[in-house]
């Protein structure tokens, strides 16, 4: 995985990163935070460099799955929060909410990201892809390779898995069944479907190599 | 009446097929819409101000700032000042207003005085406890003073078993529109069927008059039965900010904090045995909490129940926190790992072989024979007779060893009813009001109906999640494919033989020689005579068919079945360097009647194995007692098992015509029950001490081999 003018971006251990030194990075975030949360002006130093925004609503364009859409929202507001509460693209999930499950993943300029971890605001700019854009006329292989070797059992996991599953691949089309266990570890599954969930990213690898899917 | 048997195992052309799940694409897509996805024209966001402390008094609140804040559409106090808060996470006022982070903000502008009380959080050491412990009796069987002064051998140890929480994904939580004398309901339940009338409840309105719709739910595990407090709230909230829905889910720490756990089990157990490895007597002191309701006694001696001599005391500890709910199989994980952790330590001591102790000793068990072959069966599988060695034999720095446990569970089938519809155009609808919980019941329920009407599972539509629908039982205790399967099978059996009441004139018999196969009718034992589906249900003209079909839960029909066995073994290796434990294999092999769909019982056998992993590796919710508060009340530090740490499992499913007679048996509990104990023992197998209490982290691998363990 390349990272390139992209550190401001909180992206997923690729493979055995703690996920401690990754809340490091995320804790960089946007300079713009403070404006929203923190309650004491003095603390809401401007960004260097930047323009300050709110604390309140602003209007913002995000590009998800290839179409630009506009909302107004504060700017403490997160990527997941903005497009679960504002957008109703449901498919990520808020479960841990501090970037440690991976059930919010969607892919932020080609890499998987914790969008529970990024601001709204900060994602503009950048191609945003949810699991609402992955499938077109007919299901992302991905998708179907999770139904094929049942890894999913209540589901509320599943789409973030599929995020991370996609990204991995387009980094790493042709893993081997350990390259799947380390580049899957940023996410976690309740109900124990880890079994199916590792062999479906192998077949879905298998399905792919045709290229048919960008 | 008609015969609802099921058909032989050599006839079934869709049960007992491997089959993928028929939601499948819906989840792995993104489409599926749990409740906490739903967003009802005019909703509002709901919050809650909670307790940060766990033992107080609340002197004042004010909640007139949050009141007048712009957007914010209704505050509750649900703790008035004067009364006592009994735990960390205790809701004490909830907020609706237009956005989230307004209703966020609106719950810190909520004054509150507390009084601080004082508290107890933590069980572990039950001298410490004071007047929070409450003994039960002592339990005595045989004479056990006589039967340790004559035994052999004597073992003796302490064993631990902390509470853990359910963590579910999905938060608890609902949206809840309650406008005029009618609630809507959205909420995340294992009981769809019940959870109206427990919210009517709260609310005070017929249960008639609340409508619940879920489709999907993120995880419940056993904790997600009633509205709860945060429910009713959130119905209160709607009303006051008339009528407009109002979700109301927790957040993670507070999912953590009260959203049910299961409870902790420690205790000191001694158990006697003459040299040939037979046990004599038992003795076990143990303790628990479940909360401010302290906790009771897991049932010990597990499945060993017939130990002749027996001295059992117990006592309940009242701590600070959150209160249990059912588990996963309550009180059994914890049994079974004090249980087989104690007799595995006896088997050390006799320098036997566990296998051979605890296969010797199966005729103090209810079910001998189905042990003693599934040992025989998972030992072949596990290679366990060339593999085992006597405890920390192995060489150099990382040891390598062998566990094994065992489990029992009930079952059978909930009351439950379901509707067959079979329409003129051919096609068939399924309506109940169940829930599928990520465990298959979608599946199943269309693969009985298929199998039962001769047709392909794409046939079939089915409807559930939806209190409109014909009532079901709440999923919990396993009883779930049993009483669903059972009233499918009833309602579409009785369908069809109306629909043959309509055809057999056409094809000149009586009905009672129609069969339904392949999408046809025909005539029993000629082929030449029958209809294609389509064809003989216009004969229906413009009639269609609507049948019931009930389970009841005492079963007359035999449908299906309870009581089973099942037992596992865990292969793992330890690095006595740095006390880390990883899984290399388990094996499981799990007794469990007719098996509807082999695919997603062996996943669900895969799943409960995963999480005995997470319990015996990982999980721990962890109180400070200085603080009185939840440290690990999020998911970076209450640890779950991730992709890379579950080693390979093998799952043996006895599918046997033995099995198969006794019916349809429910599998979400039992197999996740011996995971804890299993892997325990090999542990202590792999560096030839016990290490008392689980997880097993790398600190208590360590503080063990250093002989630290008191």
Redesign the interface.
């Given at each position: 995985m390349s990272s390139k003018n992209d550190s401001e971006v909180p992206r997923k251990p690729k493979a055995g990163v703690s996920?401690?030194g990754f809340?490091g990075v995320a804790g960089i975030g946007g300079g713009v935070l403070g404006a929203g949360i923190l309650e004491k002006p003095a603390l809401a130093a401007p960004p260097t460099g930047g323009q300050l925004a709110g604390p309140g609503p602003v209007p913002i364009t995000l590009k998800i799955n290839g179409k630009p859409q506009t909302l107004t929202v504060?700017p403490?507001?997160t990527l997941l929060?903005a497009l679960?509460?504002y957008l109703?693209l449901?498919?990520?999930?808020?479960?841990?909410?501090?970037a440690?499950?991976g059930?919010c993943t969607v892919i932020l300029n080609g890499k998987s990201v914790y969008s529970c971890t990024v601001l709204a605001i900060d994602a503009q700019g950048k191609d945003i892809q949810?699991?609402?854009g992955i499938?077109n006329d007919k299901?992302?292989p991905?998708?179907?390779a999770?139904?094929?070797n049942?890894?999913?059992?209540?589901?509320?996991?599943?789409?973030g898995f599929?995020m991370a599953a996609k990204a991995f691949l387009d980094h790493n089309p042709s893993p081997t069944y350990e390259d799947?266990?380390?580049g899957?570890?940023g996410?976690?599954?309740?109900?124990?479907?880890?079994?199916?969930?590792?062999q479906a990213v192998l077949e879905a690898a298998k399905e792919m190599k045709g290229g048919r899917h960008a | 009446m008609p015969d609802y048997s099921w058909p032989p195992m050599d006839k079934r052309r869709v049960i007992g097929k491997p089959t993928l799940r028929r939601d499948g694409l819906e989840k792995s897509t993104g489409k599926a819409k749990y409740s906490s996805d739903e967003k009802p024209p005019g909703m509002l966001f709901g919050a809650l101000l909670t307790s940060p402390h766990a033992h107080a008094r609340i002197s004042s609140i004010d909640t007139s700032e949050a009141e007048h804040m712009d957007g914010v559409k209704a505050v509750r106090v649900i703790t008035p000042a004067g009364q006592e808060v009994q735990w960390e996470g205790t809701e004490i006022a909830a907020v609706a207003a237009v956005t989230e982070e307004l209703a966020q903000d609106a719950v810190r502008k909520i004054k509150i005085q507390y009084e601080v009380l004082p508290h107890l959080v933590r069980e572990d050491d039950l001298a410490k406890a004071g007047n929070r412990a409450k003994a039960a009796g002592e339990q005595v069987t045989g004479d056990p003073d006589k039967a340790f002064q004559e035994a052999d051998a004597v073992s003796e140890g302490t064993y631990g078993i902390p509470v853990i929480t359910h963590c579910c994904l999905e938060s608890h939580g609902n949206i809840v529109q309650w406008d005029g004398d009618k609630v809507n309901l959205w909420p995340s339940t294992q009981n769809v069927p019940g959870i109206g009338g427990s919210l009517g409840k709260s609310l005070e309105v017929p249960i008639a008059n609340v409508h619940t719709e879920m489709q999907f739910i993120g995880g419940g595990f056993g904790s997600k039965f009633d509205a709860d407090r945060w429910g009713a709230e959130a119905g209160r909230l709607s009303k006051a900010s008339g009528g407009k829905p109002v979700k109301l889910f927790l957040d993670r720490a507070t999912e953590l904090q009260i959203a049910g756990n299961r409870p902790s089990a420690f205790a000191q157990i001694k158990v006697a045995a003459k040299s040939d490895g037979t046990i004599t007597a038992w003795q076990s002191t143990s303790w628990a909490t479940g909360g401010m309701g302290g906790g009771g006694m897991p049932p010990i001696p597990y499945v060993f129940t017939e130990i002749p001599n027996k001295r059992l005391n117990h006592t309940a500890v009242a701590i600070n926190a959150g209160g249990a709910r059912a588990w996963r199989a309550p009180n059994h994980p914890q049994a079974s790992f004090l249980t087989c952790a104690a007799l595995e330590d006896l088997a050390a001591k006799l320098k036997m072989d566990p296998l051979v102790l605890f296969t010797k000793n199966a005729d103090y068990t209810a079910r001998a024979g189905v042990y003693r072959a599934q040992f025989q069966k998972a030992a072949e599988i596990m290679e366990w007779s060339k593999r085992w060695h006597p405890r920390g034999e192995g060489k150099g720095p990382v040891k390598q060893g062998l566990g094994l446990s065992l489990n029992t569970w009930g079952g059978g089938g909930h009351a439950s009813q379901c509707r067959t519809t079979i329409n003129p155009d051919g096609s068939v609808v399924v309506e109940i009001c169940t829930q599928d919980l990520g465990t298959g019941t979608r599946t199943v329920i269309s693969m009985v109906a298929a199998e039962t009407l001769g047709l392909p599972l794409g046939a079939i539509t089915l409807r559930i999640g939806n209190s409109d629908y014909p009532p079901d039982g709440a999923s919990g205790g396993s009883t779930t494919v049993g009483g669903v399967s059972s009233s499918t099978r009833k309602s579409s059996v009785n369908a069809l033989e109306k629909l043959f009441a309509s055809v057999a004139p056409a094809l000149g018999v009586p009905p009672d020689q129609l069969v339904a196969v392949d999408g046809r009718i025909q005539v029993k034992d000629d082929p030449s005579k029958s209809l294609p589906w389509q064809d003989a249900c216009r004969k229906l003209g413009t009639g269609k068919i609507s049948e019931m079909g009930e389970n009841n839960p005492r079963n007359p029909g035999g449908l299906m079945s309870s009581g089973v066995g099942g037992v596992q073994m865990a292969d793992v290796s330890v690095d006595t360097e740095t006390g880390i434990v990883k899984m290399n294999k388990f094996v499981a092999v799990q007794d469990c009647g007719l098996i509807i769909n082999p695919r997603t019982a062996e996943s669900q056998i895969h799943g409960a194995v995963i999480m005995g992993v997470c319990g015996a590796l990982y999980e721990e919710r962890i109180m400070d007692q200085q603080t009185g508060k939840h440290l690990n009340a999020d998911m970076e530090f209450y640890k779950l098992a991730g992709i890379a740490d579950i080693g390979e499992i093998v799952v043996h499913l006895d599918i046997a015509p033995e099995h198969d007679k006794r019916g349809v048996i429910g599998l979400g509990e039992p197999p996740v029950i011996g995971p804890i104990a299993a892997i325990s023992n090999a542990v202590a197998n792999a560096i030839g001490v016990r290490v008392p209490h689980v997880p097993l982290t790398p600190d208590r691998v360590l503080a063990a081999l250093e002989g630290r363990n008191a």
């Open positions: 996920r401690r809340i504060e403490r507001v929060d679960r509460n109703d449901t498919g990520a999930k808020r479960v841990c909410d501090r440690t499950c059930a949810t699991i609402e499938s299901p992302h991905v998708s179907v999770f139904v094929n049942d890894g999913q059992q209540c589901g509320y996991c599943t789409p599929v799947v266990k380390e899957l570890c996410n976690l599954c309740r109900c124990g479907t880890y079994v199916g969930v590792r | -």
